[in-house]
Nanobody
Framework: QVQLVESGGGLVQPGGSLRLSCAASGSIFRINDMVWYRQAPGKERELVAG???????NYADSVKGRFTVSRDNARNTVYLQMNTLKPEDTAVYYCNVNLVDSALTYRVYWGQGTQVTVSS
């Protein structure tokens, strides 16, 4: 069993910053890609940013230059630093982790989601 615990969401004013965390624990052999998605009300879930085990990153065009994804492999944790937040960044943010578990089986897990609200 693997658990993902997200934290760091909240209410912030436009132009503000937040840092999200997603920590994986349990029967993990190796974590591969770690990805952040978000889903706004009435919209489909979209990829925000991802990072490979080696540290290569990719971002949605809408967040490039404002968001930074990083990871700590020793802590099995992925972070999303969000700066210069805009009202359109308001959504539930989910982490998605691709890993190999202790039974050497590839699996994909989702976090429980954390609400980010950008409003004055």
């Amino acid at each position: 069993q693997v658990q993902l615990v997200e934290s760091g969401g909240g209410l912030v004013q436009p132009g503000g910053s937040l840092r999200l965390s997603c920590a994986a624990s349990g029967s993990i052999f190796r974590i591969n890609d770690m990805v952040w998605y978000r889903q706004a009300p009435g919209k489909e879930r979209e990829l925000v940013a991802g990072i490979t085990r080696g540290g290569s990153t990719n971002y949605a065009d809408s967040v490039k230059g404002r968001f930074t994804v990083s990871r700590d492999n020793a802590r099995n944790t992925v972070y999303l630093q969000m700066n210069t937040l805009k009202p359109e960044d308001t959504a539930v943010y989910y982490c998605n982790v691709n890993l190999v578990d202790s039974a050497l089986t590839y699996r994909v897990y989702w976090g429980q989601g954390t609400q980010v609200t950008v409003s004055s």
